[in-house]
């Protein structure tokens, strides 16, 4: 495994049938922050030497948006969240799918879950969205 991150345009992984390459750099080259669409990259390394080091998915099991407001119903969410929550409990489509996954890597998919969550106009919100995407991404690993 070779691991690196200087190269901030070139985040991601790649393997070459021997090597796993890892470039972890979390920062955009432009603004020099760290965007909610490059988030850690978790690494399986096997204890076995003739194993190849494997990237391991997240795996959030909130995939509704009624999964996201129990969630959220959570008491210590709630009072990390307090705008998100607010916003979150108004809204009756319980059963309408929320590909949370897809937002851990994909800006538009971050957008697009705005829009599910009527969060286009509540710009707090959306900015506690993007801490609860992490902390849910963190939580999607075993």
């Known amino acids: 495994m070779h691991i690196f ?3 901030h345009q070139s985040y991601g992984v790649s393997f070459d049938g021997q090597t796993l390459f890892v470039n972890a750099s979390n920062l955009d080259s432009e603004t020099e922050e760290c965007p909610p669409h490059r988030p850690c990259i978790v690494v399986d390394v096997p204890l076995d030497p003739a194993l190849p080091a494997m990237l391991v998915a997240p795996d959030c099991r909130v995939s509704t948006v009624g999964d996201f ?4 119903d ?3 969410n709630q009072q990390q969240y307090p ?24 800006e538009s998919a971050f957008f697009d879950l ?3 969550l009527d969060l286009h106009r509540e710009k707090l919100a959306r900015r506690e969205f993007r801490v609860a995407l992490c902390q ?7």
């Open 69 to 72: 407001q129990r969630w959220l």
């Open 5 to 7: 991150g200087h190269i």
């Open 83 to 106: 705008c998100l929550a607010d916003c979150v409990a108004r809204l009756d489509n319980s059963n309408e799918a929320l590909p949370i996954n897809s937002a851990f890597s994909e």
């Open 114 to 116: 705005c829009t599910t």
């Open 74 to 76: 959570i008491e210590s």
């Open 136 to 142: 849910l991404y963190a939580e999607s690993f075993p």
